[in-house]
């Protein structure tokens, strides 16, 4: 099959009424959409509302069981739907290519990247002297910013950093310059700062070689930075389909307002005083950080002389990149990890040097909600007793009163009576996070660790889940150490931020101070990074 | 990387040392005298004595041991009063023969589970059902009785192999000794007649003696292989344009070997000491039925070199299964890299 090159409509991909089953199944109704050449269209939507789907299905490559059930994808003017998958693969990496989502897994851990950038290039020009395949290899490596190419060749994926391998992702689907991109949440994995730096590189590569772009992404805000045109997505059907400027500035339907109301604006601030207002008395410190350090072996360190104090009902965030050490601090302080110095001081004992009884005794008052509420619950246990678990464990009560106890706290976090006896895969995100979280808070402790409670959520649920982690805190006064990506958040519900780089706070103050009188140039790099879809106007202008 | 390789070695010489203590402990822990049995029921207390000194039982008990792992590593192994020859001597002509057969059953087990776990993942429906199938029988066989199965059907009523006659058939004189090997051996004399005989010989207790391992194989690659192929990597290798096949074999492959590979050693391990039954269904003179005559006999020399040579074996097939990893994956080549 050929696919001609020359287009006189001026249409990349023309998708029309395209449906998609799995297995009878179908999950996406009806989709309609049109792709200019050279533009960039950004497909948005939470999970489960097809966007990956209806992207896979453009490279045919739709996961085992799913298949195209009516309807035509036009590239470049010829319908690839009931291609065989001989022509398809054709097309695949010459015409259209894709960059995924998840760099850390979307290279073959047991193979040298020159390899895999070469793979696609051999594919589609066989017979190519070895000499020139490497010379492109290079080139694009080159291109897409990656230094010291001739050495990074014979590397393997895990000596790159996520970042870097984003941008190797990019060099394979460049490869063989196809007319269209497809980017399935490019930057989902990355950094703020990485973030803006491989977006910055999408757009310039595909303005240079003229690729039209379809982006997918639950990030509104990614949106409003890279893409013209906007299709919004809800349960496998197109709600809403505009520019970018309208979409953001004048969004037609409720669902997609509701999007972009769930994303704090800089103004917003979380329900509840504020903390440390004038005329309160001194709140009392119930978490004390001095000179923390932690190494592995004889490594660097990992975190160097952090000080940092916690009061009752306070929420302090820790922003920072990757690497900065967030984690660790979070692992350090509940003690899954032994601090290599300092001293961690929870409610006037010793926690950091606490051992056996003691330690266990101790942890009540220290509990921690981790970032993956898909993986941090034990798959084989009913809800109740996840919950209950902990009351349990520190002999509080017996098993009965503790089911009772959960089922309260439960109720109170808006998991009714017919959650209790589900495992946790059927539930939601949404619903698994705050199980995670009633777990942490059952104990009414002093200090909870929130290690990115919200950023593998869907952007709707996020800020519901937000609300109540505020409402707990106002009720039972729990401390809470937010670690965070994500510097709206950041803003919208810390009462202070920490910024953690390398290892060490570089700046400590209220968000105001922060966001408005960054001191720190790893602070104003940061900020600098945040996509904003409130803030449109500022990149479209550069583009345009 | 170096630090990392002088720790393995050392790790796998005290495990091959330590199974060799324990052995010789639970040896001498065993109810019963050797000497009595040597000498009979009705040698007197002298005579006792003097077989008890001759075999060196008077002797200090460390004493004892470290002669014997001296002599182990000089190559003087003992003299086997059950078999009546030289430990060395028997050991080595009867392992040739089983390490035959579990070589090649190992071979057939890999090979076989490969191709299985291929048509399994790459082929959904029928075929993928067949093999699951032939995994279950393979599984729930045990391998004596599959020997039974395969002689009453291949041998006596096909006719297309030979029984249980050994190694060779009767007309035939067994080769010079150079790997001990018969196939090989006659392949090296250039006897083809040899050859042939020896390998339809083979077949049989091979394919018995394979099909646990291969079963085994053949599911843990199928799970490790769909595994891998719902990784995001073999998402983007498609959107490359490479056909599924040449994915499958480039990138689905060999990611699904590394588990799998560290199990081998295992098998192989498991394949040469455990065929005695295979053995005794095919009359195949190997190690097994001398061990088994040698413990109740409490042939001291004979079973503490077996022990100990099978710890060996087994030490060095784990080193060669971590080596190959570390071939395949570049991650394990680098200390410290988490993924």
Redesign the interface.
């Known amino acids: 099959m050929t696919v001609s090159t020359v287009n006189p409509t001026g249409t990349a991909v023309e998708v029309s009424d395209l449906r998609v089953a799995y297995g009878g199944d179908e999950v996406v109704h009806g989709v309609s959409f049109r792709l200019r050449r050279g533009a960039r269209l950004g497909i948005v939507g939470e999970s489960g509302s097809g966007k990956s789907t209806v992207a ?1 299905a453009v ?1 045919g ?1 739709l996961p ?1 069981g799913g298949h195209v059930t009516g309807g035509r994808i036009e590239l470049l003017d010829t319908d690839v739907v009931g291609r065989t ?2 022509e ?7 015409v259209v ?2 960059v ?3 760099p ?9 990247i020159g390899k895999q950038i070469a ?2 290039i051999v ?2 020009h066989r017979g190519l002297p070895r000499a020139e395949v490497r010379e492109r290899c290079l080139r694009l490596l080159n291109e897409v910013g990656v230094n010291d190419a001739e050495r990074r060749l014979k590397q ?1 994926p ?2 790159f950093s996520g970042g870097m391998r984003q941008r190797v ?1 990019i060099a ?2 460049i490869a063989n310059q196809p007319d269209v991109l497809i980017a399935d949440e490019p930057t989902t994995a990355l950094d703020v700062t990485t973030q803006a730096q491989v977006l910055d590189l999408l757009r310039t590569t595909a303005e240079r070689h003229g690729m039209s772009v379809i982006l997918v992404t639950h990030d509104l805000g990614v949106v409003a930075e890279f893409c013209d045109e906007v299709v919004v997505m809800k349960a496998g059907e197109i709600i809403e389909t505009g520019t970018a400027e309208q979409i953001f500035a004048s969004p037609a339907q409720d669902y997609t307002r509701h999007l972009l109301d769930c994303i704090p604006r800089p103004g917003d601030r979380r329900p509840g005083p504020e903390f440390g207002d004038p005329g309160d008395a001194e709140p009392a410190a119930v978490l004390t950080i001095t000179g923390l350090r932690k190494r592995y072996g004889r490594g660097p360190h990992v975190l160097d002389d952090i000080d940092l104090t916690l009061h009752a009902g306070e929420t302090v965030g820790i922003v920072g990149e990757s690497g900065a050490g967030k984690s660790t601090l979070a692992r350090t302080l509940i003690r899954l990890e032994n601090a290599s110095g300092g001293t961690i001081d929870l409610n006037g004992a010793d926690f950091g040097a606490a051992r056996s009884k003691r330690l266990r005794e101790l942890r009540r008052d220290i509990q921690m909600v981790f970032q993956d509420p898909f993986s941090s619950l034990d798959p084989h246990m009913q809800v109740v007793d996840i919950v209950a678990q902990p009351l349990i464990v520190h002999g509080l009560c017996d098993r009965p009163a503790a089911r009772a106890r959960a089922t309260e706290m439960l109720a109170s976090m808006g998991l009714d009576e017919q959650f209790l006896d589900r495992l946790p895969r059927n539930l939601s995100g949404g619903q698994r996070q705050r199980v995670a979280i009633a777990r942490a808070l059952i104990l009414r402790p002093a200090v909870a660790v929130l290690d990115e409670p919200i950023s593998a959520l869907d952007v709707s649920v996020r800020a519901q889940v937000l609300d109540l982690l505020r409402e707990e805190q106002l009720s039972l006064g729990t401390a809470y150490l937010f670690i965070v990506h994500d510097l709206a958040v950041a803003r919208y519900f810390c009462d202070r931020i920490a910024v953690l780089y390398e290892g060490k706070i570089v700046e400590f103050g209220s968000p105001a101070d922060l966001f408005e009188r960054p001191r720190h140039p790893y602070t104003r790099r940061l900020l600098d990074a945040i996509p904003d879809p409130h803030h449109l106007q500022r990149r479209m202008k550069d583009t345009t | 990387m170096f630090r990392d390789i002088r720790q393995r070695l050392l790790a796998s010489a005290v495990t091959i040392v330590l199974a060799s203590f324990v052995s010789f402990v639970v040896l001498r822990a065993l109810p019963g005298d050797p000497a009595r049995l040597i000498a009979g029921p009705l040698a007197g207390p002298e005579t006792l004595a003097a077989t008890r000194s001759s075999l060196g039982l008077d002797r200090p008990f460390f004493a004892q041991y470290g002669q014997f792992l001296w002599n182990f590593v000089r190559g003087d192994w003992g003299y086997s009063f059950s078999v009546g020859d030289e430990v060395r001597e028997a050991l080595t002509s009867r392992l040739t023969a089983t390490l035959e057969l579990a070589l090649y059953a190992f071979v057939l087990a890999v090979v076989g589970a490969l191709v299985c776990a291929s048509v399994a993942s790459f082929r ?1 429906g029928f075929r993928r059902g067949l093999v699951r199938l032939f995994a279950l029988v393979g599984l729930g066989s045990p391998p004596f009785w599959v020997g039974l199965v395969l002689i009453v059907v291949f041998s006596s009523y096909l006719g297309w192999w030979p029984g249980p006659s050994g190694r060779l058939s009767p007309q035939l004189y067994p080769p010079e000794p150079v790997t001990g090997f018969y196939t090989v051996d006659f392949a090296l004399h250039g006897d083809l007649i040899g050859v042939s005989d020896s390998a339809a010989h083979l077949v049989l207790p091979v394919v018995s003696l394979a099909l646990l391992p291969w079963a085994f194989l053949t599911r843990l690659l199928t799970a490790n292989m769909a595994d891998t192929a719902g ?3 073999i ?10 096949w040449r994915t499958h074999v ?2 689905v492959l ?2 699904s070997l ?1 588990p799998t590979v560290s199990s081998c050693g295992l098998i192989l391990a498991t394949l040469i000491t455990g065929s005695v039954l295979v053995e005794t269904v095919f009359n195949w003179p190997g190690v097994g039925a001398m061990l088994t005559e040698g413990i109740s006999a409490q042939d001291f020399a004979l079973v503490q070199s077996f022990i100990l040579l099978s710890a060996i074996l087994y030490v060095v097939g784990n080193l060669v299964g971590d080596a190959v990893n570390r071939m ?4 394990l080549r ?1 200390p410290g ?3």
């Not at chain 2, 998402?235 to 599924?244: D, E, F, I, T």
Request: glycine share 4%.
């Open positions: 896979r490279l490559l085992p998958d001989k398809m693969n054709d097309l695949r990496g010459r290519s894709l995924f989502q998840d850390l897994t979307s290279l073959d851990p047991v193979k040298p793979e696609v594919q589609h393997y895990h000596e992702l394979i689907a | 959904p990784q995001p990597y998402l983007v290798v498609r959107s490359k344009g490479v056909p599924a480039r990138h060999a990611n590394l395949i994956d570049a991650r680098t890299a988490a993924r």
